[in-house]
């Protein structure tokens, strides 16, 4: 299922990100970005301004079932893995984590009020 939540405005520092598929409001559950069944979703603000960053999904328990077994069911694959090679992953990651930096920290500072270089 792919939904896109309907905004009466955008918070104007998003506009100030490199790469907008950071900010995402579905949740990632066995692979898919979801919404939840009955579309329903809750609405994260700014703390310094109140302003709306986003609404995100909000998942029922049976949904957040559904994601905890696909967790668990993706576990032994990733155990299975030689640490080279979850290395090499999480190194991938991490590359992507330092190249996203900026983004990441206006996220952060926008969901949770925290100063920007702290963030």
């Known amino acids: 299922m792919s939904a896109h939540f309907a905004r009466s405005h955008r918070h104007e520092a998003l506009d100030r990100l490199a790469d907008r598929r950071l900010l995402r409001e579905l949740a990632y559950v066995a692979g898919h970005w979801t919404a939840s069944e009955t579309a329903e979703s809750f609405e994260v603000t700014d703390p310094a301004t109140g302003s709306t960053v986003a609404f995100v999904a909000a ?61």
């Open 59 to 119: 998942l029922d328990a049976r949904q957040t079932t559904l994601a905890i077994d696909a967790a668990s069911r993706a576990f032994p694959a990733w155990r299975a893995l030689l640490p080279q090679e979850r290395s090499k992953i999480l190194r991938k990651w991490f590359d992507l984590i330092v190249a996203a930096k900026n983004d990441l920290a206006l996220l952060m500072t926008l969901e949770q009020g925290k100063p920007l270089k702290e963030s």
